[in-house]
């Protein structure tokens, strides 16, 4: 009884200790969300623009009708135009950016706000030397399973060994896998058998990496860096089951933007876990000219690019994927015509 005593008087002062917090949310909702990138690379500057949707209601809401332009250290006026809702880039497909010249982004929405970026200086490029990958065991998330795969890594090094670099690495995956099934009937009020079934078998996927890898060389006092973890891939699902390819863009950025996702990566990791900090507002590097204290999410980054591509075939490793499996649900023959064709694999 006396343990069962000081159980309940443990027990009553750590839950006492918890105080529950209730975000005020109302106030990002509708906010302006910025995602922008500008490099000295060959891509096009684009631009996306939306507003923040309500927690129990996600949902993207493109910012259409914008007027944005660039201006490059205060002279020149580069103007955007939009190519899909909310999504704008510079239409000269020939402008890229430059090392060591200053942008700012200005946007003008249909309500009449103005809000314009921080002004961003492209500082120099770093050399990414190389992209490679090893088969690793690596443990779940959230669990104690040790799965199968390949863990990708980077080497390169600061052209000037002096400066202090700060690193943003963009990754995009294509994977070349197999669907579970051959197409082999086509139904539209009839069946019709469809002309090589496997031909439509093989499917390929490219995809970007949502995790924000980030490095400075200020952190390891060194302007070489070796076997920097990026992407894990496991064999738990399908990606490595053919081919695989992983494009890494490295971005030499400022210590402002490597900040703010430095920030952005830690409340990620922090998401969910018991003891937490409380989220805070990420402030990013665009501003409401009239109202500057008006949230405004997102950033655009400028930076100076360098990248890397690396194909993997299938490795010696046992894969867990799950594959589909065949539903004999025949209550599509009752759908409208509306829905055909429908698309169908033999049913032995």
Same mark, same amino acid.
């Given at each position: 009884? *006396?343990?069962?005593?000081?159980?309940?008087?443990?027990?009553?002062?750590?839950?006492?200790?918890?105080?529950?917090?209730?975000?005020?949310?109302?106030?990002?909702?509708?906010?302006?969300?910025?995602?922008?990138?500008?490099?000295?690379?060959? +891509?096009? /500057?684009?631009? #996306?623009?939306?507003?923040?949707?309500?927690?129990?209601?996600?949902?993207?809401?493109?910012?259409?009708?914008?007027?944005?332009? =660039?201006?490059?250290?205060? #002279?020149?006026?580069?103007?955007?135009?939009?190519?899909? @809702?909310?999504?704008?880039?510079?239409?000269?497909?020939?402008?890229?950016?430059?090392?060591?010249?200053?942008?700012?982004?200005?946007?003008?929405?249909?309500?009449?706000?103005?809000?314009?970026?921080?002004?961003?200086?492209? @500082?120099?490029?770093?050399?990414?030397?190389?992209?490679?990958? *090893?088969? +690793?065991?690596?443990?779940?998330?959230?669990?104690?399973?040790? $799965?199968?795969? !390949?863990? %990708?890594?980077?080497?390169?090094?600061?052209?000037? @060994?002096?400066?202090?670099?700060?690193? =943003?690495?963009?990754?995009?995956?294509?994977?070349?896998?197999?669907?579970?099934?051959?197409?082999?009937?086509?139904?539209?009020?009839?069946?019709?058998?469809?002309?090589?079934?496997?031909?439509?078998?093989?499917?390929?996927?490219?995809? @970007?990496?949502?995790?924000? %890898?980030?490095?400075?060389?200020?952190?390891?006092?060194?302007?070489?860096?070796?076997?920097?973890?990026?992407?894990?891939?496991?064999?738990?699902?399908?990606?490595?089951?053919?081919?695989?390819?992983?494009?890494?863009?490295?971005?030499?950025?400022?210590k402002n933007a490597f900040d703010y996702y430095n920030t952005?990566?830690?409340?990620?990791? +922090?998401?969910?876990?018991?003891?937490?900090?409380?989220?805070? #507002?990420?402030?990013?590097? !665009?501003?409401?000219?009239?109202?500057?204290?008006?949230?405004?999410?997102?950033?655009?980054?400028?930076?100076? /690019?360098?990248? *890397?591509?690396?194909?993997?075939?299938?490795?010696? $490793?046992?894969?867990?994927?799950?594959?589909?499996?065949?539903?004999?649900?025949?209550?599509?023959?009752?759908?409208?015509?509306?829905?055909?064709? =429908?698309?169908?694999?033999?049913?032995?």
């Amino acid at each position: 009884m *006396k343990n069962i005593a000081y159980a309940i008087i443990f027990l009553s002062a750590i839950t006492s200790c918890v105080e529950k917090y209730w975000p005020n949310v109302d106030k990002y909702e509708y906010a302006l969300v910025v995602d922008g990138l500008l490099t000295n690379g060959d +891509e096009p /500057v684009v631009v #996306q623009l939306s507003f923040s949707s309500q927690v129990n209601n996600q949902e993207l809401i493109p910012a259409i009708g914008a007027e944005l332009y =660039l201006s490059i250290e205060n #002279q020149t006026d580069i103007p955007l135009i939009e190519i899909e @809702p909310g999504i704008y880039n510079v239409s000269d497909t020939s402008f890229h950016g430059e090392v060591e010249k200053s942008y700012q982004l200005h946007i003008k929405l249909l309500n009449g706000n103005n809000y314009e970026s921080s002004i961003c200086t492209i @500082p120099y490029t770093s050399t990414l030397d190389s992209v490679y990958g *090893k088969e +690793e065991k690596q443990k779940a998330l959230n669990s104690n399973k040790m $799965l199968d795969g !390949i863990q %990708f890594y980077i080497d390169n090094h600061a052209t000037n @060994p002096s400066d202090t670099i700060y690193y =943003l690495w963009k990754l995009t995956q294509t994977l070349k896998y197999q669907a579970s099934f051959t197409l082999d009937y086509v139904y539209s009020g009839e069946f019709i058998p469809f002309p090589n079934p496997d031909s439509l078998r093989t499917c390929w996927l490219t995809t @970007p990496v949502s995790q924000i %890898f980030i490095f400075s060389t200020i952190l390891s006092g060194n302007s070489i860096i070796r076997n920097f973890p990026i992407n894990y891939v496991s064999t738990e699902s399908k990606a490595l089951s053919i081919r695989y390819s992983l494009l890494v863009k490295q971005l030499s950025i400022s210590k402002n933007a490597f900040d703010y996702y430095n920030t952005l990566k830690q409340q990620n990791l +922090e998401q969910g876990e018991f003891y937490s900090e409380q989220p805070i #507002q990420i402030r990013g590097n !665009i501003v409401n000219i009239a109202n500057p204290e008006e949230p405004v999410l997102g950033y655009f980054t400028v930076g100076s /690019v360098t990248e *890397k591509r690396i194909f993997v075939n299938r490795p010696h $490793l046992p894969f867990n994927f799950f594959e589909c499996t065949r539903d004999y649900d025949l209550r599509w023959i009752r759908y409208s015509p509306n829905s055909w064709p =429908l698309y169908l694999t033999e049913m032995n």
